[in-house]
């Protein structure tokens, strides 16, 4: 039941990172270019190259939560099918805990860093640089909900048959 309802709960939040990584990805491209065609026809637009960089930040951080779920990170798979199926699983669950220590420390890290950036503001658009920030720690708390997703999983796989 837990394994359930902590996969439905994942797969909500993959839908709406989905969302808006897309829509960043909108605006990063529309920002980009109005940039181009205003140099061209008229003068430059003095926050397109501000929008376009924190666009590709957040959807930077959000597609790496994309990634994490899918297991699209980059991995040595001939390395792994070596090993007995019990081995491979030990491995995976290894993987999965590292992979939640490493989110664990970074999420600190960004909250910590998030939280000097008070006082900040954006040259051109003059936001407040937590909120170009903030992506960090969202985007690390939810891999970190994947990886317990992961791992209740894999608790709840049931042992792979020797080929």
């Given amino acids: 039941m837990i394994a359930r309802t902590l996969d439905r709960i994942t797969h909500v939040i993959d839908e709406i990172v989905q969302r808006v990584a897309f829509v960043c990805l909108v605006i990063m491209i529309v920002a980009t270019t109005l940039q181009i065609v205003f140099r061209v026809f008229f003068d430059a637009l003095a926050w397109s190259e501000e929008v376009s960089r924190y666009m590709l930040v957040w959807s930077t951080f959000l597609g790496a939560t994309l990634a994490y779920r899918r297991g699209m990170h980059i991995s040595v798979t001939f390395v792994r099918e070596s090993f007995s199926p019990g081995a491979r699983k030990a491995l995976r669950i290894f993987a999965v805990v590292s992979a939640l220590v490493f989110f664990a ?11 000097r950036q008070w006082q900040q503001v954006s040259a051109a658009l ?26 209740v999983a894999e608790f709840a796989r049931p042992q792979e048959e020797e080929l």
């Fill in 126 to 151: 003059r936001l407040p640089m937590p909120v170009v920030y903030i992506v960090m720690p969202i985007s690390l708390f939810v891999m970190i909900l994947h990886a317990l997703d992961a791992l």
């Fill in 105 to 115: 420390v970074a999420f600190n890290f960004a909250v910590d860093y998030m939280s």
